[in-house]
Every structure is written in C-alpha cells, then in structure tokens.
T-cell receptor, first 115, second 114 residues
Framework: EAQVTQNPRYLITVTGKKLTVTCSQNMNHEYMSWYRQDPGLGLRQIYYSMNVEVTDKGDVPEGYKVSRKEKRNFPLILESPSPNQTSLYFC??????????????FGPGTRLTVL | AQSVTQLGSHVSVSEGALVLLRCNYSSSVPPYLFWYVQYPNQGLQLLLKYTSAATLVKGINGFEAEFKKSETSFHLTKPSAHMSDAAEYFCAVSDRSRDDKIIFGKGTRLHILP
C-alpha cells in the first residue's frame, strides 16, 4: 500500500531532551515536507526537501533540523525541544519537485507534547 | 506573495443540507488551488484541485468547487451533507513564487447536525 508513515504517533517529552520523528514514504517521491498544525493557525511548513541531500527552510524552521540521506526517509530532529514546540506534526510527500499540481500525500501525524 | 483566506473557522449544517465552505485567494499569477480534508486523528487527504483546466472541479465524496477568477474565490460545496462529512477542511494555494511551496488556509471545521 502506498503510504507515508510517521513514528512515533504520540510523544511526551521534557524540555531539552533531543528527539527524532521519523518519516518514510514508499512511493519513490522526490519531494518531502514537514508541517506543524496548531489550532487557529492551520498548517505551517517547517522544512522541505526537493530531493536527496537537498533541503530548505519553510516558514517556521527555528528549533528544527532535517536530513535527507535517502529518498524514502526525511526525519525531523528537535535538538533541544521547548514547550512552544508542542504541536501536531505532519510529514508529506509529492511525486516530483517542480510539479506544483501534484497531490501531496500526508502521514497520519505525530502529536508531540513538550513539558 | 500568495495567500489563502477561509471564512469561518467553524460551520454547522444540518444533515441533508447544502454544504458551502468559503475560500478566497490572493495571487498575482493564475494559481493552482486545492481543498484537503482532515478526518479526526488522521492526516490530510486531497478532495480536489484546480490546475487551470475546467473551472468547475469535481472531487471525492460528492464535493465540488468552482474557480471564479473575478471573485478570487474557490468555494467548496456539496449538495447534501452527510454525518460522515464532519471534518476539518483546508483550502490551499500553490505558491509559484517559491519552489514547490503550498500555502494552507487556517481551516474550517464542519459540524453536521442530526
């Protein structure tokens, strides 16, 4: 089944404890992206990647890191999480970079709470 | 820069009534427009998209949207609401000024009244 998977789905952690949220897609998509969803703010893009080893900042990149060493994986890293990073996070992928009409496929989400 | 405005963070309709969710966009070039739906505890999935072909776009689950350039609108409609339509709906525009970026509206939560 074609899908985007994220792990973990739920995570409660404490301030300053490094964490990684994994994202993997099995559709051979070039483009991958991370969003955070907050009430009343919709989805905001954190980082995106147009292909392997190519990443760029979105609208709210502060406090986050990403890497794209393989086409299928795009982990989101919080080196020192803070309470304002408590949010619902979505990974998404799309077949081709530069094809703005392509449908984005979203993962099921990761609900992160930072105490 | 492109932007999207969704009117109404919450909309309630009775089962069987017309669903109308409003979306207005701002763009200096012809846009690509999308509607996504998010069911509880799930990710977003595409309902429909406008890519400069037909202005009336039909999507899944009986939804459709009409692109109106003169009104800069892309409202989502469904003739008869069903309880299973209760979800959050996001309008989005593809930003041609930035590589591959899609800008989402803040979302409208649709409530279906029995």
């Amino acid at each position: 089944e074609a899908q985007v998977t994220q792990n973990p789905r739920y995570l409660i952690t404490v301030t300053g404890k490094k964490l990684t949220v994994t994202c993997s897609q099995n559709m051979n998509h070039e483009y991958m992206s991370w969003y955070r969803q907050d009430p009343g703010l919709g989805l905001r893009q954190i980082y995106y990647s147009m292909n392997v080893e190519v990443t760029d900042k979105g609208d709210v990149p502060e406090g986050y890191k990403v890497s794209r060493k393989e086409k299928r994986n795009f982990p989101l890293i919080l080196e020192s999480p803070s309470p304002n990073q408590t949010s619902l996070y979505f990974c998404a992928s799309r077949p081709q970079s530069g094809m703005r009409t392509d449908t984005q496929y979203f993962g099921p989400g990761t609900r992160l709470t930072v105490l | 820069a492109q932007s999207v405005t969704q009117l109404g963070s919450h909309v309630s309709v009775s089962e069987g009534a017309l669903v109308l969710l409003r979306c207005n966009y701002s763009s200096s070039v012809p846009p690509y427009l999308f509607w996504y739906v998010q069911y509880p505890n799930q990710g977003l999935q595409l309902l429909l998209k406008y890519t400069s072909a037909a202005t009336l776009v039909k999507g899944i689950n009986g939804f459709e949207a009409e692109f109106k350039k003169s009104e800069t609108s892309f409202h989502l409609t469904k003739p008869s609401a069903h309880m299973s339509d209760a979800a959050e709906y996001f309008c989005a525009v593809s930003d041609r000024s930035r590589d591959d970026k899609i800008i989402f509206g803040k979302g409208t939560r649709l409530h279906i009244l029995p």
